[in-house]
């Protein structure tokens, strides 16, 4: 009886030395697969907006007389346009000549009055001259090729575009980044900068999706 007893503890510890340094690798595979799966996540942009050349005919905004527009299109159940705004207020802030700036935020008609006035909504309110629009069944978003929310235009005094893209470095994230640094540069009238670019990826939820 012994025998089996010591049999017992001995097969007992085999089993805790290879149990616990194989648990303890499982679980490191796991979250480092999930941190892998969140950077992937935060660092894959959306799909680029297919904006007009030149300011729409069709849309209901009213361009600037003189000066620039902006018009940023974005979800208003979308967390990631958080920080959308957040870069906006910051570039605004920087701008020596504000533009004349709209957030246009998609209300699809299948839902019910005010669904569209979330947080987001009231922190674009917030923002110095800036309008913001409700966009019913993403009129407005089609009609400048958005698709996904956070998209950022800039068209100049004579209704040409010149920066299209986003203006977070990647999903949901604050701070410096080529999509705000281009857009602060055209505002400043800093065109002729080798580091102004003309279009950046946008992060942030699709705007049109079955779910909405």
Same mark, same amino acid.
């Given at each position: 009886?012994?025998?089996?007893?010591?049999?017992?503890?001995?097969?007992?510890?085999?089993?805790?030395?290879v149990?616990v340094?194989?648990t303890?690798?499982?679980?490191?595979?796991?979250?480092?697969?999930?941190?892998?799966?969140?950077?992937?996540?935060?660092?894959?942009?959306?799909?680029?907006?297919?904006? =007009?050349p030149?300011w729409?005919?069709?849309?209901?905004?009213?361009?600037?007389?003189?000066?620039?527009?902006?018009?940023?299109?974005?979800?208003?159940?979308?967390?990631?346009?958080?920080?959308?705004?957040?870069?906006?207020?910051?570039?605004?802030?920087?701008?020596?000549?504000? =533009?004349?700036?709209?957030?246009?935020?998609?209300?699809?008609?299948?839902?019910?009055?005010?669904?569209?006035?979330?947080?987001?909504?009231?922190?674009?309110?917030?923002?110095?001259?800036?309008?913001?629009?409700?966009?019913?069944?993403?009129?407005?978003?089609?009609?400048?090729?958005?698709?996904?929310?956070?998209?950022?235009?800039?068209?100049?005094?004579?209704?040409?575009?010149? @920066?299209?893209?986003?203006?977070?470095?990647?999903?949901?994230?604050?701070?410096?980044?080529?999509?705000?640094?281009?857009?602060?540069?055209?505002?400043?009238?800093?065109?002729?900068?080798?580091?102004?670019?003309?279009?950046?990826n946008?992060?942030?939820? =699709?705007? @049109?999706?079955?779910?909405?």
């Amino acid at each position: 009886m012994d025998v089996f007893f010591a049999a017992g503890r001995h097969l007992r510890a085999v089993c805790r030395r290879v149990w616990v340094p194989l648990t303890a690798a499982i679980w490191v595979t796991a979250a480092v697969a999930g941190l892998a799966t969140l950077w992937h996540y935060d660092n894959t942009p959306g799909v680029a907006a297919k904006a =007009p050349p030149a300011w729409p005919t069709s849309t209901n905004l009213v361009r600037a007389a003189h000066g620039e527009t902006l018009v940023m299109l974005a979800h208003p159940q979308c967390t990631c346009t958080e920080a959308s705004l957040t870069e906006l207020a910051e570039a605004l802030a920087r701008a020596s000549r504000q =533009p004349k700036t709209y957030v246009v935020f998609l209300k699809p008609s299948v839902f019910q009055a005010g669904w569209e006035r979330t947080n987001l909504w009231r922190r674009a309110a917030q923002l110095p001259g800036a309008t913001v629009v409700r966009d019913d069944d993403g009129v407005e978003a089609h009609g400048f090729g958005a698709a996904t929310s956070g998209q950022t235009l800039l068209y100049d005094e004579s209704g040409t575009l010149v @920066f299209s893209g986003g203006i977070t470095g990647s999903r949901a994230h604050e701070g410096d980044n080529a999509g705000r640094q281009s857009l602060v540069s055209l505002l400043n009238h800093q065109r002729a900068s080798g580091a102004v670019a003309r279009s950046t990826n946008v992060f942030g939820c =699709p705007l @049109f999706q079955a779910s909405n």
